[in-house]
DNA sequence: TATTATTATATCGTTCACGATACAATCGCA
DNA sequence: TGCGATTGTATCGTGAACGATATAATAATA
């Protein structure tokens, strides 16, 4: 029985990959709610604890490619839940802030995580192993991003 | 302070979001040497361990959906890794086994997992630790995927 | 000051990922 | 046997995700 590392059941990337995909799938219809898609979800979670940002610290917070987030912020912007603007100081940036819609979806969006851990906590995970979880992670994205 | 659980801080999903990208992220120079992409790698996986697979098999056991899996399926073939063949016994059923090149694959894969071990284990994450992670993970997908 | 390097953002093309939908083959059961 | 329900696969459209590349503004330095 060769190759014992190629197996899913012993991979440690797989479970990543597929817990991140299911979760979003959890998300979907209370984002559907709110007609936002979960990297849209983040960008507004970036944006309701920092007023302003510009595209690239966006990006930077999110662990992803501005390539990324330009069309994401964009889309965003025609729906109406936040403005770009050239900076003045710097003409090369351009700043993102809500609108009012974007910062109205705040308190419907609070519930999610909410009802998202029922059934999960403590039935599935305890409270203590979903912050091992969490460290672990924080610590291999440590490792993995940079 | 309104909302901690909107921050991404206190969030698991981000986490498994952020580090499902980075982990893919790392894959991709190994993989492009192999000229294949990370969903694909993991049909390989499957196709490896089991000879022969209907769509509908590979897409449970990746946990993705027949519509994202067949036409990464149909790209595969053109590559010249696969084969696709209506089954005889139940002809709404398409059997998916490995050509030759794509079995002639697993033995360069096998050094990948290896190869991004290296500087995680133990520096990062003991062995133990990993083992962990791979085991909150799955009861975490055990949850999500029902 | 001129010119080179860096930074910030945007554009393009390919591959995923998935909901909605379509359709043919097979199954279940009267 | 007949026929409605189920199953397996495929197609279409939208939104990511990213490498490669382009472009403009700013910074660094000769």
Redesign the interface.
Known sequence: M??D????EN?????????????????KPYLDELGIT?PQY?VL??L??HVSMSVNAISK????NTNTVTPLLKRMEAQGLLIRERSKNDERRVDVRLSKAGRAL??K??EI??KLSK??IPD??SVE??E???D??????????K
């Open positions: 060769p190759y590392q190629l197996k899913l991979q440690l990337c797989f479970p990543l990959y597929a817990s991140s995909h299911l979760i979003v799938r959890r998300y979960y983040l979670m970036v309701w604890e917070k999110l662990l992803l705040e308190k969006a609070a995580p909410v059934g999960l599935v995970l192993e979903i091992q979880l969490k672990l992670l924080k610590r291999l994205i440590g490792h993995l991003d």
